[in-house]
């Protein structure tokens, strides 16, 4: 079956300018993620989707950023007037989460991300 | 807040041989899911083993395996016979129980040289 599949696989774009990620999850993943990968560094949270709840938006590290998910399918990651420091593999995942109570948590299934470079 | 931290930002070992990759993470959660994740230059994240906090036995895959110690809130990473499609990044991850953001470490950059 299909993966996680995200695009563009690259995108450069120059300082000031929006930009727009899409994330396709795995058909019924109710769970979504994103997270940013600076250059030699690990994984920073961004924002979590789950089904219908309100979505986790604490890692966001300003208000140029923000996210959106249609339903249970695609999500997009949107940067306004894009900086320099904004240059990261932006890595979307999702996963089958078991639900309220349940003590399963499944694993996450990554995509291959997007690099995004600001120029 | 969880932390994860990964003390070793590169190894390289000989194929064949054994190598261990430590982790340490901090929590006041008594009940929570510790990960392994490989990212080889694909950028792909790839699940390699999975632990439960609860469970008292090591978890097992193949050629790798965890030393998990509760007590000391370490959690390092066994590759027995490594290969070279073992060379990558390897990152650590700490997740609670009913909250499922995953928490990383900033990864151990692991060479297998023929």
């Known amino acids: 079956g299909a993966g996680v599949s995200q695009s563009p696989s690259n995108k450069v774009t120059e300082k000031g300018k929006d930009v727009e990620l899409r994330c396709d999850p795995i058909s019924g993943h109710t769970a979504l993620y994103w997270y940013r990968q600076r250059l030699g560094q690990g994984l920073e949270f961004l924002i979590y989707f789950q089904g219908n709840s309100a979505p986790d938006k604490s890692g966001l590290p300003s208000d140029r950023f923000s996210a959106e998910r249609t339903g249970e399918s695609v999500s997009t990651l949107t940067i306004q007037r894009t900086q320099q420091e904004d240059s990261a593999v932006y890595l979307c995942a999702s996963s089958l989460v078991g639900g309220r109570g349940s003590s399963y948590n499944s694993p996450l299934h990554f995509g291959n991300g997007t690099r995004l470079t600001v120029t | 807040a969880q932390t994860v931290t990964q003390s070793q930002p590169e190894m390289s070992v000989q194929e064949a041989e054994t190598v261990t990759l430590s982790c340490t993470y901090d929590?006041?959660?008594?009940?929570?899911?510790l990960f392994w994740y490989k990212q080889p230059p694909s950028r792909q994240m790839i699940l390699v083993i999975r632990q439960e906090a609860y469970k008292q036995q090591n978890a097992t895959e193949n050629r790798f395996s965890v030393n998990f110690q509760k007590a000391a809130k370490s959690f390092s990473l066994k590759i027995s016979d490594s290969q070279l499609g073992d060379t990558a990044m390897y990152f650590c991850?700490?997740?609670?129980?009913?909250?499922?953001?995953?928490?990383f470490g900033t990864g151990t950059r692991l060479t297998i040289i023929p």
């Open positions: 991850a700490f997740m609670k129980t009913r909250h499922e953001k995953l928490t």
């Open positions: 929590t006041s959660e008594s009940n929570y899911y």
